[in-house]
T-cell receptor
Framework: GQQVMQIPQYQHVQEGEDFTTYCNSS?????IQWYKQRPGGHPVFLIQ?????EVKKQKRLTFQFGEAKKNSSLHITATQTTDVGTYFC??????????FGDGTTLTVKP | DAGITQSPRHKVTETGTPVTLRCHQT?????MYWYRQDPGHGLRLIHY???????DKGEVSDGYSVSRSKTEDFLLTLESATSSQTSVYFC????????????FGQGTRLTVV
């Protein structure tokens, strides 16, 4: 079946440093979504990417979708303590069904 | 938050007993999902539904069954709970259209002793 691999599993940074998490699919995706889950909370939707090579920005967050639509990345510039949490990618082969990566847990030291 | 609620929020049950978790939505969305979340495994799909009485298995469906008799309710049943089913369970609904955003419930923490 479809597999979505996400690395790294954990990332510890000093406040102000950058952070990147990577997502790789074994198959070509129709779209990829990113979610953030704060400690003790539930996943919250961040963004959806659909087009090959697409790049979207949300303030300090930059999302990219690879040219082959099999990989994606989330980059956070100048991390803040509010960025703490687990970031998940979710790759969709078809409408209505996505496979989540295992997530990258980010901790930020003030 | 989208209109999605899970009940109960916490439950402790004994091995071998049946357990039912409820997910209720007020959004009238077609797609509903049950996931379990365990450390190091992210969110794994148990079952999902694409309409009333239309359900399908996910990647970790063994030991679980679901029912959807109304658009707003999606029930997850552990037929005979085992300790390996101790987990946090999330229900989700997905919006239709170009951006199929998933909204998650608050989660149910289930402990099987």
């Amino acid at each position: 079946g479809q597999q979505v691999m996400q690395i790294p599993q954990y990332q510890h940074v000093q406040e102000g440093e950058d952070f990147t998490t990577y997502c790789n699919s074994s198959t070509t995706l129709s779209n990829i979504q990113w979610y953030k889950q704060r400690p003790g909370g539930h996943p919250v939707f961040l963004i959806q990417l659909v087009k090959s090579g697409e790049v979207k920005k949300q303030k300090r967050l930059t999302f990219q979708f690879g040219e082959a639509k099999k990989n994606s990345s989330l980059h956070i510039t100048a991390t803040q303590t509010t960025d703490v949490g687990t970031y998940f990618c979710a790759g969709a082969l078809r409408a209505g069904k996505s496979t989540f990566g295992d997530g990258t847990t980010l901790t930020v030291k003030p | 938050d989208a209109g999605i609620t899970q009940s109960p929020r916490h439950k402790v049950t004994e091995t071998g007993t049946p357990v039912t978790l409820r997910c209720h939505q007020t959004e009238n969305h077609r797609y509903m999902y049950w996931y379990r979340q365990d450390p190091g495994h992210g969110l794994r799909l148990i079952h999902y539904s694409y309409g009333v009485k239309d359900t399908d298995k996910g990647e970790v469906s063994d030991g679980y069954s679901v029912s959807r008799s109304k658009t707003e309710d999606f029930l997850l049943t552990l037929e005979s709970a085992t300790s390996s089913q101790t987990s946090v369970y999330f229900c989700a609904i997905r919006t239709p259209g170009e951006v199929t955003e998933a909204f998650f419930g608050q989660g149910t923490r289930l402990t099987v002793v």
